[in-house]
């Protein structure tokens, strides 16, 4: 009963994320409704700046600490609705909240992590226990893994509280930046076309930070290509 209790709140993180995923409330913020409805989306936002902020922060935070799929959605709707700078910004809360109520959860539920870790964990357990900090400020600065996977990862990992919040909000915001990017940049190419295809990822507005993800996605293919060749280098010196 007492590890039902503890798991009480990942379990009903989840469920939120599968009802509000599963409602279609979500399919509201893609490109082509928000273009179908900016002049609305952008009078409202103008007439209650603080409220719609507010509510957009809430929103990406309860999509966030469910670690559900549909995370993005929010995102680029953001970028859409508040532009780079301010979508940016209400952005970076929301994740960051978000993910700590994901990390505090987890943390609860699996206790002092003595069960069987997931095979993520297992994975992340080796560089985590040598390198914490630079493995922590990795895993959230490179989009590789799911950002509620590293969530849940890191909370089986007993990451410590601080560094957790500063990896997070660090790493998540750089991520974030050129999310946002894309978001505003389809809106500003969408609000001239009207149509949605993929020829609107070949303006410069939205190729450029799609080129800046796919260069972080491949940071680690790099940076093991070059801790390989050093080893050789070490090694025939040696």
């Keep these: 009963m007492s590890r039902w209790r ?25 490109p082509q409704q928000l273009v179908a409805h900016q002049n609305e989306l952008h009078a409202h936002i103008a007439e209650h700046p603080w409220v719609s902020r507010l509510a957009f922060v809430g929103l990406l935070t309860l999509t966030m600490s469910t670690g559900l799929p549909g995370t993005i959605v929010v995102i680029l709707a953001g970028g859409f609705a508040f532009g780079v700078i301010d979508g940016t910004l209400c952005s970076s809360v929301g994740l960051t909240l978000g993910s700590l109520i ?33 493995y922590t400020l990795f895993l959230r600065f490179v989009p590789v893994v ?73 940071l680690p293919l790099l940076i093991e290509r070059l801790t390989r060749r050093y080893r050789r280098i070490n090694h025939h010196v040696d």
Excluded at 6 to 30: C, E, H, N, R, Y
Excluded at 165 to 188: D, P, R, V
């Design 6 to 30: 503890a798991a009480l709140p990942l379990i009903l993180l989840v469920l939120a994320g599968i009802v509000l995923f599963s409602s279609g409330w979500l399919d509201q913020l893609t």
């Design 102 to 134: 994901l990390y505090l959860a987890s943390r609860y539920a699996f206790g002092a992590g003595s069960r069987h870790p997931p095979a993520i964990v297992a994975k992340l357990h080796h560089g985590f226990e040598r390198h914490p900090v630079s």
């Design 146 to 218: 799911p950002f509620g996977a590293v969530t849940v990862a890191l909370a089986w990992l007993r990451c410590p509280l601080w560094l957790f919040i500063g990896a997070s909000w660090l790493g998540g915001t750089i991520t974030l930046l050129f999310e946002t990017s894309i978001g505003a940049g389809l809106g500003n190419v969408m609000g001239r076309s009207d149509t949605f295809s993929l020829g609107l990822f070949m303006h410069r507005e939205v190729l450029l930070p799609l080129g800046a993800i796919a260069l972080l996605a491949l």
